[in-house]
Structures are given as C-alpha cells and as structure tokens.
Nanobody, 122 residues
C-alpha cells in the first residue's frame, strides 16, 4: 500500500506565496513522474505541474513563471512553490505519483494524495 501525504496549504492573500509538500511512503521501488493537480469548485481536476525522475518539469500555462515544481528522489518527496498567487489559484491541490512497486517487470501504478486546500483571498 502506498500513501501520499500533502502539507503546506492554507489561506494567503493575492500576491502571496505558499509551498506545498507531498511525501510518498509504502511499497515503492521507484517513482517515475510526480505531479500536482488541482480542482476548483464546480470545475474539473486539472494538471498544474509534473516532474519526471530526471528533474524535468512541465507546467500548465496558467502557472508558468509563478509556480516551481521540484523533487527529492531519495526522499520520495515533491514540492510545489507557488508565488504571485491569484484568487483563481484557489482550489484543492492533489499530489500524484506514478510508481513501480517492484524492482522487476514493467508494472507502473498510480497513487493520489487526499488533497489540500489552497485559498487565495482578493
């Protein structure tokens, strides 16, 4: 069983910053991609940023230049540094990991965190 635990959310004013963390634990041999998604009220869940094991990050256009994703492979942890926050960034943020449970074979599974609320006040 794999668990992803997010932390760092909360309430911040427009223009402020927050740093989200997500730590994965459990039956993991290695983690491929790790990513952050968000879901605002009444909207579908969307990709915010994703980072490969080789530290290559990709971002949604709406957060480019404001958010930075990073990871520590040894700690199975991913962070999302969010700067210049806007009210439209308000959402529940979810961490996702694509991982290999075994050292052999090609099986890749996905795990999601429970979500953490980020609220940006105007």
């Amino acid at each position: 069983q794999v668990q992803l635990v997010e932390s760092g959310g909360g309430l911040v004013q427009t223009g402020g910053s927050l740093r989200l963390s997500c730590a994965a634990s459990g039956s993991i041999f290695s983690i491929n991609d790790m990513g952050w998604y968000r879901q605002a009220p009444g909207k579908q869940r969307e990709l915010v940023a994703i980072i490969s094991r080789g530290d290559s990050g990709n971002y949604a256009d709406s957060v480019k230049g404001r958010f930075t994703i990073s990871r520590d492979n040894a700690k199975n942890t991913v962070w999302l540094q969010m700067n210049s926050l806007k009210p439209e960034d308000t959402a529940v943020y979810y961490c996702k990991a694509a991982y290999k449970p075994y050292s052999y074979g090609y099986l890749i599974l996905e795990a999601w965190g429970q979500g953490i609320l980020v609220t940006v006040s105007s």
